[in-house]
Nanobody, 117 residues
Framework: VQLVESGGGLVQAGGSLRLSCAAS??????MGWYRQAPGKQRELVAA????????TYADSVKGRFTISRDNAKNTIDLQMNSLKPEDTAVYYC?????????????WGQGTQVTVSS
């Protein structure tokens, strides 16, 4: 299984970035993005299920971030608008898969997002 992220970078406050994650090697159920800022715990940013595409967002990003998914390509994107300095973190792609009764979690290598004030 491989999760490959792209799209991080440096942006000024109020700007936008789009993160992408391409997953391969399995069939994935829920996929999403987590982030971890220095000295803080990793937290869920947004997630999207397969099938219906139900979404979940952290309160801090609701109305600013949008997660989308292409099941045929096994990719998810995170459109981040109105970025704030507190959004600065390493963003990790996350995916769940299952094989019969076994469930697995997979992580990407992370991509840095830095928002300057």
């Amino acid at each position: 299984v491989q999760l490959v992220e792209s799209g991080g970078g440096l942006v000024q406050a109020g700007g936008s970035l789009r993160l992408s994650c391409a997953a391969s090697g399995s069939t994935f159920t829920t996929m999403g993005w987590y982030r971890q800022a220095p000295g803080k715990q990793r937290e869920l940013v947004a997630a999207i299920t397969s099938g219906e595409g139900s979404t979940t967002y952290a309160d801090s990003v609701k109305g600013r971030f949008t997660i989308s998914r292409d099941n045929a390509k096994n990719t998810i994107d995170l459109q981040m608008n109105s970025l704030k300095p507190e959004d600065t973190a390493v963003y990790y792609c996350h995916a769940r898969s299952k094989y019969f009764t076994r469930r697995y979690e997979h992580w990407g290598q992370g991509t840095q997002v830095t928002v300057s004030s």
